[in-house]
């Protein structure tokens, strides 16, 4: 099970971290990923990192805001976003993958989901 948890009520230009915790299992060989689905949107991807936290990747519209980060040994996964936008406003879910070692970018390519945290940026 995953639990995504950290979001909030924020002004633009704000930071805010969010973090997935596991229960019930090891994450430490899963990629790991972050999605976000704003109103009235399909969900997109928005970061992965690899089972090591050697490997990231980030979509373009938060390359250079958004870092995403893991800790093994607590089972946890964070996202530290700054610079926040208000078209960042979305509920933001962590996903595992345990079908690849890649960094996957697509939805079927996860597993596990956590239920989704809110994150509102205001202008």
């Known amino acids: 099970q995953l639990q995504a948890f950290g979001g909030g009520l924020v002004q633009a230009g704000g930071s805010l971290r969010l973090s997935c915790a596991a229960s019930?299992?090891?994450?430490?060989?899963?990629?790991m990923g972050w999605f976000r689905q704003a109103p009235g949107k399909g969900r997109e991807f928005v970061t992965a990192i690899s089972w090591s936290g050697g490997s990231t990747d980030y979509a373009d519209s938060v390359k250079g805001r958004f870092t995403i980060s893991r800790d093994n040994a607590k089972n946890t996964v964070y996202l530290q976003m700054n610079s926040l936008k208000p078209e960042d406003t979305a509920v933001y879910y962590c996903?595992?993958?345990?079908?690849?070692?890649?960094?996957?970018?697509?939805?079927?390519?996860?597993?596990?989901w956590g239920q989704g945290t809110q994150v509102t940026v205001s202008s």
């Open positions: 996903a595992a993958s345990a079908r690849t070692t890649r960094l996957a970018t697509r939805q079927y390519e996860y597993d596990y």
């Open positions: 019930g299992r090891t994450i430490s060989s899963y990629v």
